[in-house]
């Protein structure tokens, strides 16, 4: 075999890389990566949250449909496995399909229950949102004003036992001042801790 001239050395030597230039192009490659593992979360996010959105309107969508001819709720009080039953809450935003257990812990984490509010007959009702995360609890505060006002809207409040926050608007419902701004969702969110702790939107069985 015949030794190699001094140019072919050299043509030899730049076919492989430095351990400094395998460093670089894996510095590279993991910034691609994590800058598309960031935009794939936030992708991720808006979609929990807008899906939440969705279908928190069919629900409420569901019940001024099924009732607002009627006129009125039932009694007063839990009714979330009454709409259960009636088939107004969507499948997807229970625990199980075995029991009656509504969360939204698939989307953005908490659960939900529905109630009928007011003295009998009522014509109020009421979506509570539990143990919601800080920043999930702001988003969706955030999110119902655009997608709910003539739905009937006349409070959205959270409250932690003794203490309450609300933007009310009982004289000309679906006039909620709205939207809510980040930095009230904010201060309300702070108090969203355990389950006893939610948010609350008030709603008109009829406009």
């Not at 509570?128 to 809207?153: K, N, T």
Request: hydrophobic share 45%; net charge positive.
């Amino acid at each position: 075999m015949e030794p190699m001239l001094p140019q072919e050395r050299i043509v030899a030597r730049r076919r492989a890389f430095t351990l400094t230039e395998m460093a670089i192009v894996l510095g590279v490659v993991a910034l691609i990566l994590g800058a598309i593992w960031l935009g794939a979360s936030a992708v991720w996010k808006n979609f929990r949250h807008y899906r939440v959105h969705q279908q928190i309107l069919t629900v409420v969508q569901n019940i001024r449909d099924y009732y607002g001819p009627i006129g009125q709720l039932p009694p007063p009080g839990d009714i979330t496995a009454v709409l259960d039953g009636l088939g107004i809450i969507p499948r997807s935003m229970r625990q199980s399909l075995g029991v009656a257990d509504h969360d939204l812990s698939s989307m953005v984490g908490g659960s939900f229950r529905v109630l009928s509010v007011g003295p009998a007959p009522s014509a109020t009702f009421q979506l509570q949102l539990l143990a919601l995360r800080r920043q999930d609890c702001m988003r969706i505060l955030m999110g119902f004003p655009v997608l709910m006002p003539e739905l009937g809207v006349i409070r959205i409040g959270a409250t932690n036992g003794t203490t309450a926050v609300d933007i009310s608007n009982i004289a000309n419902p679906g006039s909620v001042f709205l939207p809510i701004r980040a930095g009230t969702a904010a201060g309300w969110c702070n108090i969203i801790a355990n389950p006893s702790n939610f948010v609350a939107i008030d709603f008109t069985l009829r406009n």
